[in-house]
């Protein structure tokens, strides 16, 4: 296993290299799921596959994403029906330096009542109590077993085995601040799906899907309906329907891509303070809340990390570093190489992202926390 962390590793640090001021959206890659040999999720009469679904709505997506934003670079994984390897797909996001990476695919059950889209990014669910394997094991160890199709499997993946859920331990390594980004595109994607053809809201979670592990951006895998059951099925075989469900999911790249390149901030707000609606009352000297709000301080650090549990400071995930640690809504996030001026984190900036090559420079005020160049 150990081989295999390294190995990754090593990808990742020859392949991802954010630039201080890579804040604007500039290329995407669309990965259509499965195709050639591999059809991917089937129907119940064996006739449909995955794969044609996939690319018909992937390809919706890169069109209507290339006329509305034309300075974007759109890059499919494939164009036709043709097999690419899992290791392929990630490997052409991260050679593209893509900025986010958008996969899609569909389900299939043996039964035929299971319904609905989800959204799934890389990591362990922030809710406590929830096992990371419990949850979508089914679907993770169908995509991911993909792999077992590939002649050199065991050369290029090592001792990961799709069946085995130990083999997946070892991704928790590899969570990192793209994570942030991941879960807010989800989040959108999942806004805008709702009341679309594929009616069914299953959620957005967190899932140790390969593809999404091996790529070094903000990125997510869509499951758009079952192949298994008939309402969504019918909503597939419409040519119609297939460009609404691109269309919504169009527009939530329209609102990530704004939020992503108009405000940089990844702090949560302030919390509201009980009776803040109320007038103050006269006793209370206007000069003591000045004093106050002076106090609050400025750093700047090297984020690392962003995950949905609260990690020990002295876990191996952070070697060596010590960690500054700061909560937000959903996620935790994590920060090494903290200065008082910003020359200070960026000479950090450098040594870090040898061992964690998305980490970006930030200023901390507080719990704020804003993204600088």
């Known amino acids: 296993m150990k081989r295999t962390i390294c190995i990754v590793l090593a990808v990742l640090l020859s392949t991802a290299s ?211 059951n008939d309402n969504d099925l019918k909503a597939l075989k419409s040519a119609d329907d297939r460009d609404k469900i691109a269309e919504r999911v169009f527009q939530a790249f329209k609102e990530y891509k704004e939020i992503y390149e108009g405000s940089v901030t990844t702090g949560s707000a302030p919390a509201t303070q009980p009776g803040a609606d109320k007038p103050a009352a006269k006793q209370e000297p206007p000069k003591q809340e000045k004093k106050q709000e002076s106090k609050v301080e400025t750093v700047y650090a090297v984020q690392i990390f962003a995950v949905g549990k609260k990690m020990d400071p002295k876990a191996r995930e952070f070697m060596g570093y010590t960690p500054k640690i700061i909560q937000g809504e959903k996620l935790y996030k994590y920060y090494i190489g903290v200065s008082d001026s910003l020359a200070g984190a960026r000479k950090h900036l450098t040594a870090i992202r040898k061992k964690y090559p998305d980490a970006f420079l930030v200023k901390i005020t507080g719990d704020d926390v804003t993204r600088v160049n």
């Open 18 to 228: 954010w630039a201080d001021e890579h804040l604007r959206l500039s290329t995407v890659v669309i990965d259509p799921g499965h195709g050639g040999k591999d059809p991917g999720a089937v129907s119940r009469d064996k006739k449909l596959y995955e794969k044609t679904y996939a690319l018909s709505i992937s390809l919706a997506l890169a069109d209507k994403i290339r006329a509305a934003y034309p300075d974007v670079k759109v890059v499919l994984t494939r164009s036709d029906d043709t097999y690419v390897t899992v290791g392929g797909r990630a490997d052409i996001a991260n050679k593209e330096e893509a900025d986010l990476f958008i996969s899609v695919h569909h389900n299939s059950v043996t039964s035929a009542s299971p319904n609905g889209f989800s959204v799934h990014v890389l990591g362990q669910s922030h809710k406590q109590g929830t096992d990371l394997y419990a949850n979508n094991m089914d679907i993770v160890r169908r995509e991911n077993a993909v792999i077992l199709l590939e002649d050199d499997y065991s050369t290029t993946y090592g001792d990961f085995d799709p069946n085995d859920p130990e083999s997946y331990i070892f991704m928790n390594l590899m969570q990192n601040a793209n994570l942030e980004q991941s879960v807010r595109f989800a989040q959108l994607v999942e806004k805008h799906l709702k009341g679309g053809p594929i009616k069914n809201d299953r959620g957005v979670s967190q899932d140790p899907f390969l593809v999404l592990w091996r790529t070094a951006m903000p990125a997510v895998l869509l499951e758009l309906g079952f192949l298994s």
